[in-house]
C-alpha cells in the first residue's frame, strides 16, 4: 500500500508518526522509505503478473477488458521450488477412516484425486 500510494517524503513521514512507533505495536525494522524500498528490493522475486487485453467481436464495452493472469507453470515451479512449502506438500493419497466410515478432509484424502492417480 504504501509504495503504491505515497511518494519517498511521504513514506518518511509516516514512519515517524507515533502511531507507527508506539510500543504498543512493533515497529517496523525500517525507518526511511529507502531502507523499505531496499527490503522490498532483497524479497524473492514470484512469477510475473501479466495483462492480456480481451477483444470480442460483436460486443462492445465501455472499458477495455483485461485479464491478469500469471503463467501456471511458473507459479508450479516457484512454489515446489520453495522451501518454505517443503514439509506442507503431500503426494501421496490417504484415506481416514473414522468409525469404519471415510472422513474427507485435504486433497490429497477425496475420490477425485484417487480416480486420477490411479
Not at 518518511?12 to 525494522?29: C, D, G, H, N, Y
Not at 490417504?94 to 466410515?101: A, D, F, H, P
Request: charged share 20%; proline share 4%.
Amino acid at each position: 500500500f504504501l509504495s503504491d500510494n505515497l511518494n519517498q517524503g511521504q513514506i518518511t513521514q509516516f514512519l515517524k508518526l507515533l502511531w507507527v512507533q508506539s510500543e504498543a505495536r512493533k515497529a517496523p525494522a525500517y525507518t526511511s522509505a529507502q531502507q523499505m524500498f531496499t527490503f522490498m528490493d532483497a524479497l524473492p522475486k514470484g512469477p510475473k503478473w501479466r495483462c492480456t487485453t480481451i477483444h470480442t467481436e460483436g460486443y462492445i464495452t465501455a472499458h477495455p477488458v483485461h485479464l491478469i493472469w500469471r503463467d501456471a507453470l511458473e507459479v508450479t515451479r516457484h512454489i515446489f521450488g520453495n522451501p518454505v512449502f517443503a514439509n506442507d506438500m503431500e503426494f501421496d493419497l490417504y484415506e481416514i477412516k473414522v468409525n469404519g466410515e471415510r472422513e474427507y478432509g485435504e486433497w490429497m484424502s477425496c475420490s477425485r484425486a484417487h480416480d486420477i492417480q490411479v
